[in-house]
């Protein structure tokens, strides 16, 4: 049984929700992010970066979270947020050139993440979910949803169409031609159907955001610890989730870029090959695989494709069978010496959405020496994996929607 409640969201005011929303912080490259700064003054990216007042003054950690809240109050004094006065869900809808999703932002329970009632598909890193952690503690809020999916419901369904008959409270186009609409939920009627449909529900599933998931729950630990009257309705015990159907998530695969052939030439390397994979040699014509257990590897200037050998390799598990696992159980850690894909140097990963030509062109600068790309993951695969109890290799998949920062900000 899932629990999710509504919250009292701070938000920006309608005439200026366009300006304050951003993409997350890190997708900005110190050059757009220094022209958003200077030519928005309502940008939420002044919000999490106060460095930018005086960029050469060093801080420490601490300093610099707690400077991100102080920002944070002066835009709620400034009335640029305001928090609303009942608790509500919030119906988000984003409408790209090629999809549209549409989902319900929620508080979801920290309890279903610790008793797997909400399962996550990756490890995390200790040193991230406490950085996050430490961030939440400070700040005192968080501005970017969990991403959680669920199995299509005819309940919730009914629920979404219903509200996209009506006039939003937000309904705006940002520079890349995206669509975001935003509808607030407060009807007691509305409400006890929603949590009486997730109630229904026996598992959600981590799409994007297990560090910050896993952040909360240490946030939560830790203020139960301090409090001395907790009573397990705080808002501490929950994070801001939204909450999707699983059939209309959209899932990438990530490219593997590696720097060096672990002292083989080239040669040598495909020769290694040959006893896990047929390889064929495409030479300059882009090769991008169609099919599960077949890979494209850009090498020496040339595409190859490499097709799994099934009789030299040995299914043992759902894992097993994931391309992501298997090129690392035959190619990276045996042949090119990168155990820990998680932190090796060696490894760098880019997500494969839009420009497959990257296996191709981060090659032929020289900062790697070769590059693999794979299909796409299915749900359906990553559902089987995580009911297993396993966990995928990092960077296995790139899923959307991919929301933007302050459309709703979950205060603890």
Request: with cysteine.
């Amino acid at each position: 049984m899932a629990f999710v409640k509504p919250f009292k969201a701070v938000r920006a005011t309608g005439d200026k929700v366009a300006q304050v929303s951003s993409k997350a912080h890190a997708v900005y490259t110190p050059e757009m992010l220094s022209s958003k700064l200077a030519r928005n003054p309502y940008s939420f990216l002044h919000v999490t970066t106060p460095a930018y007042i005086d960029p050469k003054k060093e801080r420490s950690e601490k300093e610099r979270f707690k400077l991100v809240q102080k920002q944070y109050a002066d835009f709620k004094e400034q009335k640029i947020f305001t928090q609303d006065k009942i608790p509500a869900f919030y119906i988000y809808k984003k409408t790209t050139a090629s999809k549209s999703f549409c989902g319900i932002i929620a508080a979801s329970a920290v309890e279903d993440c610790l008793n797997n009632t909400i399962k996550k598909h990756e490890g995390t890193l200790k040193q991230r979910e406490l950085l996050f952690e430490n961030y939440l503690h400070n700040t005192g809020f968080t501005s970017e949803p969990v991403l959680l999916s669920y199995p299509d419901n005819a309940k919730i369904t009914g629920i979404l169409e219903k509200y996209s008959e009506y006039k939003a409270n937000y309904e705006f186009t940002t520079a890349n031609e995206d669509m975001h609409v935003l509808w607030v939920v407060t009807d007691a009627s509305d409400i006890k159907k929603i949590t009486s449909a997730f109630e229904e529900i026996d598992t959600l599933y981590i799409a994007d955001g297990h560090h910050r998931s896993s952040a909360s729950c240490l946030l939560a630990e830790r203020l139960k610890k301090e409090n001395a009257k907790h009573t397990g309705t705080e808002a501490y015990n929950f994070f801001m989730s939204y909450l999707v159907a699983e059939s209309t998530l959209s899932i990438y695969e990530f490219n593997r870029f590696v720097k060096d052939l672990n002292g083989l030439s080239p040669q040598e390397f495909l020769d290694a090959l040959k006893p896990y994979f047929t390889i064929k040699n495409h030479g300059q014509a882009f090769y991008k695989p169609s099919k599960k257990h077949a890979f494209s590897m850009y090498l020496e200037g040339e595409f190859y494709a490499l097709n799994l050998k099934e009789a030299g390799y040995t299914f043992t598990d759902v894992l097993s069978k994931l391309d992501a696992q298997i090129l690392y159980t035959t190619v990276l850690k045996p042949l090119l010496g990168i155990d820990d894909i998680r932190d090796d140097s060696k490894i760098v990963y880019s997500q494969n959405k839009s420009n497959g030509m990257e296996l191709k062109t981060k090659v032929d600068t020289g900062a790697f020496k070769v590059s693999f790309g794979m299909c796409s993951t299915h749900v359906k695969e990553l559902k089987e994996i995580v009911d297993a109890g396993l966990l995928m290799p990092p960077k296995t998949t790139y899923i959307e929607p991919k929301l933007r920062s302050a459309l709703t900000i979950y205060e603890f």
